[in-house]
């Protein structure tokens, strides 16, 4: 079971990283038993992923029921959150890295955590209009490859990978996560 500490301790480690301190790996239970229990940050993130959702949906969605946009978007949600950790457990094999595996989902899951922090606080600012559009989605854009930079050092890190390769595995993120979520807002 996950404790509340577990769980400070763990974002603790991830906003280290985010500073760029490898050092905060040691703040997480990199077994793979905790590689499982990391899957939490994804109730955690829930609730600002939905608020960021409705922002980005809200006008798109018209008269869609609410239940579909609930069952296609939750479904997108499961499966962006194992998506990429399933295709890294096969690529962690291939590229000898297979230890490692626990210790970078826990990193990664963890992450996601500081990521959403960040990111939801600046999607909100730019989508209440009170600044310049261009401002906005300057703002928008530079938080998000700040967010990228985040999750290359901690792929790079947790995986002790060469940065072109933490960037290559940045990059298979980043597109199946753009194809699930372009998928799912289809359905809509």
Do not use: K
């Not at 609730?47 to 949906?57: K, T, V």
């Not at 194992?82 to 297979?98: E, K, N, Q, Y």
């Amino acid at each position: 079971m996950l404790t509340a500490r577990d769980v400070v301790r763990s974002v603790f480690g991830a906003y280290r990283l985010a500073l760029f301190d490898p050092g905060g790996l040691d703040s997480m239970d990199r077994t793979p038993e905790g590689a499982l229990r990391s899957f939490y940050a994804a109730v955690i993130v829930l609730p600002a992923y939905a608020l960021m959702l409705a922002i980005r949906l809200w006008p798109a969605v018209g008269n869609t029921p609410f239940l579909n946009i609930v069952v296609v978007e939750g479904i997108a949600y499961v499966v962006s959150w194992t998506a990429f950790p399933v295709l890294m457990h096969l690529l962690t094999g291939l590229i000898d890295r297979s230890p490692r595996y626990p210790g970078f989902i826990c990193a990664y899951n963890w992450s996601s955590v500081v990521q959403m922090a960040v990111y939801l606080p600046v999607v909100v600012l730019s989508a209440t209009g009170l600044l310049p559009e261009g401002l906005a989605e300057g703002l928008v854009f530079g938080v998000m490859m700040a967010m990228l930079t985040y999750q290359w050092f901690v792929m790079r890190t947790a995986l002790e990978v060469s940065g072109l390769q933490a960037a290559g595995f940045v990059m298979v993120d980043l597109f199946l996560s753009a194809t699930i979520s372009g998928y799912a807002d289809g359905l809509l």
